[in-house]
């Protein structure tokens, strides 16, 4: 498994009476998925005009917002419910300032798109996590061939002496 450098920050003094941690942990590991975020959402937002309806309007929004709920469950190292809602409520909460913003409008496709976003991050993770913890769960069993009434194969490995091959004879 790749090692990603940390950096350790220490919390202001007033942050640190209130929550367990001494210090914000800002690995790559976890900067990467907002990092793709940010870089998604400009080059999404210099290609196409924003408030226009185009072929692949949810797209993107899918894109958009399965990028955004991978950024928020990595950075801040929340529950994967947590990060869900509240990526689901910023779906929301933007789509309802696009119907008070000129040349936007509001939409429920979009909205709905915004959840599959959501919903196939959370259903991704959870997939991983399962994996994951079916792989560890399980250990691998040794076959026990006495308890099938099997033996084991008799293997010999040849050197080349003529002791160890058993068509050779020393009669020549």
């Known amino acids: 498994m ?7 920050l220490k919390l202001p003094a007033i942050i640190q009476d209130r929550v367990d941690q001494h210090y914000l942990d800002v690995s790559l590991s976890r900067l990467i998925p907002l990092f793709v975020l940010v870089v998604f959402g400009v080059l999404i937002g210099l290609v ?22 991978l950024s928020i469950h990595a950075f801040f190292c929340c529950r994967l419910r947590i990060s869900a809602l509240v990526a689901f409520a910023l779906g929301i909460a ?10 936007h409008q509001m939409s429920l496709p979009d909205t709905f798109a915004n959840a ?23 250990k691998q069993d040794d076959l026990d061939l006495t308890q ?3 033996e084991p194969v008799r293997t010999r490995y040849l ?12 009669d020549k």
């Open 2 to 8: 790749i090692k990603f450098p940390v950096i350790r």
């Open 48 to 69: 196409f005009e924003t408030g226009v309806d185009h072929p692949y309007d949810k797209v993107i929004h899918i894109g958009f917002f399965a990028l955004l709920t």
């Open 159 to 170: 050197s080349g002496s003529s002791e160890e091959r058993p068509d050779s004879s020393s």
């Open 94 to 103: 933007g789509e309802v300032v696009q119907g008070f913003l000129p040349h």
């Open 116 to 138: 599959i976003g959501v919903a196939l991050t959370v259903a991704l993770i959870a997939l991983i996590r399962s994996e994951t913890r079916q792989a560890l769960h399980d």
């Open 148 to 150: 099938m009434g099997l």
